[in-house]
């Protein structure tokens, strides 16, 4: 982590002497920082991009979803981002993202750490009880996995309107953005992706993923069973719903 900061400011450094501008405003300027949030940041210039804005009770019964490969690509060269998915319906884009720590105030100075990445020095999965087997079926875990932030509140407002700006740049048109890094929001839009990459039909998924997105973004109550923990979970368009 030390090696990879001293890239990016030696990077930045040199960007520095080569333009000729003020360290600390191209700093800003650049995705390599998220958490300045001063005054006049050149991030945040202009009207929020990303979240709640219509005021309409209804905005996540969408009709429809469909993956974007290409969002998905561009939203994941952002630095600190390590991969995205991103969804689009009749009405919004859903942004899920993992990430990795290559850019700095990617989250909030509350937020905790979700991954326990130390077994991977040892040879083991699960550096809590030795275990060397994961889940292969999810991309994001509590060991050995790039980064979750499990309230999409705590993730950096500068990200959020980098991200939200970005796909509204080529999905102008798109009514409200949301963004969230939760692990088992990713974990779910990685299934509906497979079911994408595979040539399947979303259509069957369009029930889960409205709940999905009410319960991380509109206060919804009810959840489609986890499916983080290995062994416990199905995941099925009409499986039963559980209350978290």
Not at 15 to 31: A, F, P, R
Not at 212 to 231: L, R
């Amino acid at each position: 982590m030390i090696k990879r900061m001293a890239f990016i400011l030696l990077t930045v450094a040199v960007l520095t002497v080569m333009s000729g501008c003020n360290y600390e405003q191209l700093v800003q300027q650049s995705d390599y920082d998220y958490g300045s949030r001063k005054p006049g940041d050149p991030k945040m210039i202009g009207a929020k991009a990303y979240g709640s804005m219509t005021g309409n009770a209804h905005q996540h019964d969408n009709a429809f979803f469909e993956y974007s490969s290409i969002l998905s690509n561009k939203v994941s060269s952002l630095n600190g981002v390590a991969s995205s998915i991103v969804m689009l319906t009749d009405k919004n884009a859903y942004v899920a993202l993992m990430l990795d720590w290559t850019a700095v105030g990617t989250k909030g100075s509350s937020g905790t750490e979700e991954q326990n990445n130390t077994g991977a020095n040892t040879g083991v999965y699960n550096f809590d009880n030795g275990s060397p087997y994961g889940n292969g079926r999810v991309l994001v875990s509590p060991y050995n996995s790039y980064f979750s932030v499990n309230d999409h509140n705590e993730l950096s407002p500068e990200l959020k309107q980098t991200a939200a700006k970005l796909v509204r740049n080529y999905v102008p048109s798109v009514q409200e953005v949301h963004i969230s890094a939760n692990m088992e929001f990713v974990n779910y839009f990685n299934e509906y992706a497979k079911e994408a990459w595979g040539g399947r039909s979303l259509t069957p998924w369009i029930d889960s993923f409205n709940t999905v997105v009410k319960y991380h973004f509109a206060g919804g109550k009810v959840m489609p069973e986890p499916i983080t923990n290995p062994g416990q979970q199905q995941f099925l368009p009409d499986s039963n719903q559980v209350r978290r």
